[in-house]
């Protein structure tokens, strides 16, 4: 086998010889379809190979321009290698890598505003993509509406300079289509409910508040698309050994890979005003009904990725360093399934011929797969933006029902135990790695707490996880105790002790 730190430097002339995932796309960069914003692993094991599979099917101009949000990690590789990288792909079934070859530009949001603008305005382009993470949309977790506090989005409404967010950059960039009148489709692939209409709902609050003009106003709402979509699969970080596999398995040196799972789902509401890959000949479900979109939306929020949060949070907690390791735990094993069956599956209208123990089986099959070595510290970060995506349904509908859903404070009580800890408790390494755009602004407003149960009555109050929930006192008083166990007695007696309170409220 040849040494990988000898492999020869992947580029284009490497291509014919290696097995790729789909299609390339069209060469010529003017016949890229396709924007993106947010070039991280998610999209290119996501989106990037469901398109590669569509081009194979039935071909056309969907190359992709993509934008990082601000790094250079991925960019300047893929620049080097003429956009082309490798998913190496982790199952049961073994280990094997593709290469991917469909992006035909890159670049920086953050240091190319202006040339984010441009391909926005560019009648070539007809379609953007969006994985800029659930605090991208800048929607307030206290008002669901647009978070104006933020000031680099009031910075982008007073319209001083380039923007700075992806709302001030869209607001922009469909600001100068409105004048040629072409029409585009936004379509969000972040775990965001309703993401098209929260994207198309943002968007406009942020043109009226800034004053746009009707005729931009009017093309937004007649000719720009905002379908929904639900988007899964496992991707987690890329580490220094993953080009080292890559180039054992291939012969070449990646220095842009991805890792992923096996599965793969994206449904996606099909409503494109200006065309799209064939993406159902690609493995995508496409549907006419944005309400089956938000049925697998519910799935992937309520069955995955709140359970997903608990398993991270008590792992960190607990020292464990990835998902697998802490789901081998039987004591999170069974926190997170009955989290899933008791909490979760009965707030959910399933889509139609879904098989939830079918789903299940494979959830657990997922989260023990150690090859993909998904770290707590990784799933466990940006909870402020996620949890409120994931905790206060389900919650609300429990607590209307006259029940206290104990899992769910559990899942709540660990967050704040990991990343905005009670004064004088130390969470453990994992825990510490974990990082949160709130983190501070929960902090201060916990500093004057006394006690644990005083620090989660606190963050609770503040509307973190939305004013109404923090209006619950049954709620919010399960989440102090629990928060009391977890710094005194430790993530196993914490989880016990939810795991009796659920039992105790669904005899």
């Known amino acids: 086998m040849q040494d990988a730190a000898l492999a020869p430097r992947l580029d284009r ?55 990082a949000n601000r790094s250079r990690g991925v960019v300047e590789p893929m620049a080097r290698q003429d956009g082309i990288y490798s998913v190496l792909e982790l199952s049961d ?35 953007l993509t969006l994985t800029v993470s659930e605090g991208g949309y800048h929607v307030s977790p206290r008002t669901g509406r647009l978070d104006v506090d933020d000031p680099q989005l009031r910075a982008d409404l007073e319209g001083a300079g380039d923007p700075r967010t992806v709302i001030g950059l869209l607001a922009r960039g469909l600001t100068q289509r409105a004048e040629g009148g072409e029409p585009f489709t936004v379509l969000p692939c972040d775990n965001v409910s309703a993401a ?61 890979p991805v890792r992923a799972e ?31 979109v938000e049925r697998y939306e519910q799935v992937k929020l309520r069955l995955l990725n709140g359970p997903h949060s608990l398993i991270a949070y008590l792992g960190a907690l607990d020292g464990r360093v990835t998902i697998p390791e802490a789901f081998d735990q039987d004591w999170i094993a069974e926190a997170t399934m009955r989290l899933i069956r008791e909490e979760m599956l009965p707030t959910i209208d399933l889509p139609s011929g879904f098989d939830p123990d079918a789903y299940l089986e494979d959830l657990s099959h997922r989260w023990h797969n150690h090859d993909l070595g998904h770290r707590t510290r990784q799933v466990g970060s940006d909870g402020s933006m996620r949890l409120p995506q994931r ?48 983190q501070r602004r929960l902090q201060e407003a916990a500093a004057r707490a006394t006690s644990p149960a005083e620090h989660a009555r606190i963050l609770l109050g503040s509307g973190c996880l939305t004013e109404e929930l923090a209006e619950h006192e049954e709620f919010t008083e399960l989440v102090a105790a629990l928060l009391t166990a977890l710094v005194t007695s430790g993530p196993r007696a914490a989880a016990a002790e939810a795991l009796d309170a659920s039992m105790k409220e669904n005899r």
């Open 93 to 127: 079934e073994g280990v094997r890598a593709d290469l991917v070859d469909v992006h035909r530009g890159t670049g920086i949001m953050t240091e190319e505003p202006g040339r984010v603008v441009r391909e926005i305005a560019d009648p070539r382009r007809r379609l």
């Open 196 to 256: 098209g209409r929260t994207a198309r709902r943002m968007l406009t609050e942020f043109l009226e508040l800034s004053g746009a003009d009707d005729d931009v106003l009017a093309y937004v709402r007649d000719h720009v698309s905002f379908p929904d979509a639900m988007v899964d699969r496992i991707v987690p970080a890329t580490t220094t050994a993953t080009s080292d596999e890559v180039a054992a398995l291939l012969g070449v040196r990646d220095e842009a």
């Open 262 to 292: 096996r599965f793969s789902m994206w449904v996606i509401e099909d409503d494109f005003a200006a065309g799209r890959p064939a993406w159902e000949k690609g493995g995508a479900i496409l549907t006419p009904d944005a309400g089956e």
């Open 391 to 438: 905790i206060p349904v389900p919650a609300l509908t429990h607590l209307a029902a006259g029940r206290t859903p104990a899992l769910l404070a559990l899942t709540v009580a660990a967050w704040f135990a990991c990343v905005v800890p009670p004064r004088g408790f130390d969470p453990g390494e994992q825990a510490r790695a974990m990082t949160d755009p709130a």
């Open 13 to 67: 002339s490497r291509l014919g010889s290696l097995p790729q995932l789909g299609a390339s796309a069209p060469l010529d960069p003017a016949r890229a379809g396709i924007i993106h914003l947010g070039l991280g692993a998610f999209h290119r094991a996501h989106a990037a190979v469901h398109t590669a599979r569509a081009l194979a099917a039935e071909g056309g101009e969907w190359g992709i321009i993509g934008f």
